[in-house]
């Protein structure tokens, strides 16, 4: 593989490409079908993963593999590269399929590719809006992962190409229809008046991730640094000499501007809003029915916040050699009817440092993360279960009938179902992009360290110009989103 790729030579489309490897081998048996909705092996759609780090080792391969054959993966590090087209070649082996797998540095040569049907994007979140509406264009379905954005600007124009493509887009947040069900039967339980006239939520999302100073580092052979870095402004690499997590979520890597670690840089991604808050603010605003029309304006004042460098006035960092999303927050978002939604990093006072507690006037509170879902009034579901519509009518097309429902991967299955029949999946862009718009507006509440307003309808900041600012963002020459439509 080679390591320095121009940005030049990326925007070359040569049939040489990028490609750094193609794995052929002949294999007479034609495979299996799995347990999948594809009743036979050639209707099975073929899948490409773009973006093969720790989310394709913890989910995207060994469920998405269960309904189609690995056509391609794809990754700017080769390592991953390498490691992925491992995983893909023994599932191929044991389910006896064709062992034709392609490998590939440049994401467009599986765009290309008219044996790819689906595309499963698990790239670091800046590069997901770009690879997102090529495949849309590309004639691909879509599942990607959370956040699908990193302004809104760009989930404005990934709606443009959904529409003009006609493809099916899933995005990857799984609280929706897995953990048992628990948070979909949270936020149906809301909607059913559980605890009467909705007075505050609290969303804990913890702090984003603390660190020092990054050395200067020479880039490993491995990464292609100038392609990862995408979009964004050109930085110089850095990273720790030593290995700080050994254990845990993505254990392995150093601290530095990539691989698990980019998160914690706003300009890679958003911090715990765009991490946690993706999943949190979600289920929040689905169960209070604030993701449709007709959500007026959303009063946001950031009350605590602790940035881990200094910003300047016009809520840019001044350091750019550690991480500098916020640390600890307590953000206030008031809704027009009144509902107040606090979303912050931890609320010892109730008891607890991760997921939503919905509270009445009554005093009536209950708590839902992906471990429970506690309070009195959840206990009384038991003498008084939600009515059979309940679940169903939190989604344009019901997954909830489905046995399998609720279970870990039914998120992935709930997509290839979509693939099938072109229904609405459960995680859909539209919502997605309206939530997390709400998420990207605290952002730049806690930012700017200031009261904004936030307008769904216009989804601007009035006439806060500072603010509307932040809606779009200058992208890197080359790497710029093309928003032409296929009309």
Same mark, same amino acid.
């Given at each position: ?11 070359k489309a040569t049939a040489a490409g ?110 997901? #809006? ?90 490993? $052979? ?49 911090? $715990? ?31 605590e916040v602790t940035h881990p460098v ?61 471990? $429970? ?26 997954? #909830? ?12 299955? %709930? ?7 072109? $229904? ?38 009035? %006439? ?7 809606i779009e963002r200058e992208q890197r ?11």
């Amino acid at each position: 593989m080679k390591n320095k790729s121009s940005r030049r030579g990326f925007l070359k489309a040569t049939a040489a490409g990028a490609a750094v490897g193609y794995f052929s081998a002949s294999n007479s048996s034609q495979g299996s079908t799995l347990r999948s909705g594809y009743q036979s092996v050639n209707e099975q759609p073929g899948i490409a993963f773009i973006g093969t780090g720790i989310r394709f080792h913890t989910y995207h391969g060994k469920h998405a593999l269960k309904h189609g054959p690995c056509v391609g993966v794809c990754d700017v590090d080769s390592i991953q590269l390498g490691r992925a087209l491992q995983v893909a070649i023994d599932h191929h082996r044991e389910q006896k399929r064709e062992l034709v797998i392609g490998a590939h540095e440049d994401y467009r040569h599986l765009l290309d590719n008219k044996d790819v049907d689906v595309v499963v994007i698990g790239s670091v979140d800046h590069w997901h #809006s770009r690879i997102v509406i090529e495949a849309l264009r590309a004639g691909k379905d879509v599942y990607c992962e959370k956040p699908v954005t990193l302004t809104i600007r760009e989930g404005q124009q990934i709606l443009a190409a959904l529409k003009d493509s006609g493809r099916v887009l899933q995005v990857g947040t799984q609280q929706r229809t897995e953990f048992d069900g628990r948070f979909a039967k949270a936020a149906a339980m809301l909607r059913d008046n559980r605890i009467g006239e909705v007075a505050e939520l609290n969303i804990c999302l913890g702090g984003s991730r603390e660190g020092g100073v990054l050395p200067l580092a020479k880039v490993p $052979k491995n990464l292609n640094w100038d392609l990862w870095q995408g979009q964004c402004a050109e930085q110089n690499y850095r990273a720790e000499t030593k290995i700080v997590d050994v254990k845990g979520w993505g254990a392995g890597f150093p601290f530095s501007r990539a691989h698990r670690y980019y998160r914690w840089f706003y300009e890679y991604s958003g911090g $715990k809003l765009t991490d946690w808050g993706a999943h949190h603010v979600d289920i929040a605003l689905l169960a209070l029915d604030k993701l449709g029309d007709g959500v007026g304006p959303i009063e946001i004042d950031p009350l605590e916040v602790t940035h881990p460098v200094p910003f300047d006035d016009k809520g840019m960092p001044l350091e750019d050699d550690r991480f500098n999303c916020a640390t600890a927050f307590k953000v206030k978002c008031t809704f027009e009817d009144g509902v107040e939604m606090f979303v912050r990093d931890q609320a010892p006072e109730l008891g607890f440092d991760n997921g939503i507690m919905f509270t009445g006037k009554n005093k009536q509170r209950y708590l839902v993360n992906r471990g $429970k879902l506690v309070g009195s009034p959840a206990k009384e579901l038991n003498e008084k279960p939600l009515p059979d519509d309940a679940i169903p009518r939190l989604y344009l097309d019901d997954p #909830s009938h489905d046995e399998e429902f609720g279970s870990e991967g039914f998120h992935m299955k %709930n997509f290839m179902d979509c693939v099938k029949s072109r $229904k609405t999946p459960a995680s859909d862009m539209q919502s997605h992009h309206r939530m997390l718009n709400v998420c990207h507006a605290i952002n730049v509440a806690m930012r700017l360290n200031r009261k904004v307003t936030f307008d769904p309808k216009t989804e601007t900041f009035g %006439n806060d110009e500072l603010a509307n600012s932040f809606i779009e963002r200058e992208q890197r020459p080359g790497y710029e989103v093309d928003t032409r439509t296929n009309g």
